[in-house]
């Protein structure tokens, strides 16, 4: 198993009290793991995105 990042944390905290329902199913199914890790993913690239914007701005 993976170890996630403080965004895959942060991110199954968040699913696990506003969307318990999800977080249930997603468990079920085994693909609450990989779910996180998406989600992690897609957060470090949206952060790279707008640092690298900033750093254009000055």
Do not use: D, N
Not at 16 to 36: A, H, I
Not at 46 to 57: A, F, G, V, W, Y
Request: glycine share 6%.
């Amino acid at each position: 198993m993976i170890t996630l990042t403080q965004y895959g944390m942060m991110a199954e905290e968040h699913w696990r009290k506003f969307c318990p329902r999800m977080v249930k199913g997603l468990e079920t199914s085994g693909r609450l793991q990989e779910m996180l890790l998406a989600a992690e993913e897609k957060t470090e690239e949206e952060l790279s995105t707008l640092r690298r914007q900033l750093m254009k701005q000055g």
